[in-house]
């Protein structure tokens, strides 16, 4: 059994380096400002966030959201970021995480939905571990021969040993960010028969509460705050055969923001399709802003079918919305990217074209990364630069962090522009 600390112990008995280690990215992070403009070929005058009317209606909800929360009215803000492989590996968003965390006064207010990608045997975000016992398998939604009962993730993670373990830390030594955990939600069929019971290890003393509930999940709550979460399956029905994990909520009771963010590798659009507690996981997080990073690999063909992808952008938004109405909902474009790592792709440029129209039908926003970055061959500039790898598909983490900046630079210049036209 695995011991537990609380945030303040985890803070006092880390090293005086570690502790000051922190500070001082805080610190930098404080300080960022891309007024600097480090690099010629970024449009930085196109970082901005496209909303249907100049009046920014586009965005209201999330910007009301975040208002609310530095007034003390609302404690939680809610932000939900969907993606592909430049979203799975979480060094684009997670860089957006830290800044919103710990630059403004918005505060944090938890790790959000996370997914043990390490045990479905992909590759696992740098910032938090993933450790287990017993086999898991992993399934994606990608796999168009293959079936689970995927969730928000698109991949989920199958034990059929009973006495599997799986332990989640988001607390790795690098972070930046301390996330206390008083309540994890865990995400599974909670009326599949045929299902492992599932439970938490933890000290008997400091587990408060759980609960069952009908939105597909158990949540476990605490009266001290953990570091890590370990879960241990058990079987009290020979009909018992398997357990379908589909992710974690890591929770805690502080006002601030809270940035979710799950990916798939080689994900299009319509893989999320095919995820049948993608809706009810959604309605769970209440989003206030959902993030949807997608195209590149829509694009990543040699005839690509502008109808089809039109076609599925579109219901892929309306699902969301349908979801959860009351989100703000940002499209993002994809970069300029080859394909097969020699030939130029425009249809980069295309999707970009298609995401617009989708946005202005829908009256959701944009930022156009694909512009800013530098249209079409900039990603040979990313490249010299250390800002994109080999493939000149991907970011290096340098890149993808710098992509981070340039997000959190641009909602909040929208956030501000926003209530400055509303100031009477």
Not at 201 to 226: H, I, T
Not at 325 to 339: E, F, I, K
Request: with cysteine.
């Amino acid at each position: 059994m695995k011991t537990t600390k609380s945030g303040t112990e985890l803070r006092n008995n880390t090293p005086i380096y570690k502790r000051l280690a922190i500070v001082l990215t805080s610190l930098c992070l404080s300080a960022l400002s891309l007024s600097a403009q480090p690099y010629r070929f970024i449009n930085y005058s196109e970082n901005v966030i496209h909303q249907p009317n100049p009046n920014g209606e586009g965005m209201r909800n999330f910007f009301l959201a975040v208002k609310q929360l530095e007034s003390g009215i609302k404690r939680k803000v809610n932000i939900v970021h969907i993606g592909d492989s430049h979203i799975q590996a979480d060094f684009f968003s997670g860089r957006v995480r830290d800044l919103m965390q710990m630059t403004n006064n918005f505060g944090n207010g938890g790790r959000g939905f996370v997914f043990p990608y390490a045990a479905a045997g992909t590759n696992n975000p740098q910032n938090y571990s993933v450790s287990y016992q017993g086999k898991w398998e992993g399934v994606r939604s990608i796999k168009r021969d293959a079936y689970a009962k995927w969730g928000l993730a698109g991949v989920v993670a199958i034990a059929k040993d009973p006495n599997a373990t799986l332990t989640i830390n988001p607390n790795r030594e690098n972070n930046a960010t301390v996330y206390d955990i008083t309540r994890v939600k865990i995400f599974y069929p909670v009326f599949d028969k045929s299902s492992f019971n599932v439970t938490v290890v933890a000290n008997p003393s400091e587990l408060v509460s759980s609960y069952m509930s009908r939105e597909g999940f158990v949540e476990f709550e605490f009266s001290k705050p953990q570091e890590e979460i370990t879960i241990k399956l058990t079987r009290s029905d020979p009909a018992q055969t398997q357990f379908v994990l589909q992710g974690f909520s890591l929770e805690n009771d502080r006002a601030g923001i809270v940035y979710s963010s799950v990916g798939v590798n080689g994900a299009e659009v319509t893989t999320y399709f095919r995820c049948e507690d993608f809706d009810r996981q959604l309605r769970v997080l209440k989003p206030d802003l959902v993030i949807l990073s997608l195209g590149t690999n829509d694009a990543h063909v040699i005839k690509f079918d502008e109808e089809v992808f039109l076609t599925n952008l579109r219901f892929l938004v309306n699902m969301v919305k349908r979801a959860y109405p009351r989100t703000s909902v940002l499209l993002t474009t994809p970069g300029d990217a080859y394909r097969a790592r020699r030939y130029l792709n425009p249809h980069n440029n295309k999707v970009r074209e298609l995401i617009f129209q989708v946005a202005t039908e829908s009256g959701v926003s944009v930022w156009d990364f694909y512009t800013v970055m530098g249209g079409l061959r900039s990603v040979d500039q990313w490249q010299r630069s250390q800002l994109a790898t080999a493939d000149r598909l991907h970011l290096t983490p340098k890149g993808y962090a710098f992509q981070g900046e340039l997000l959190y630079d641009a909602l909040m210049d929208a956030y501000r522009r926003y209530w400055a036209k509303a100031q009477p």
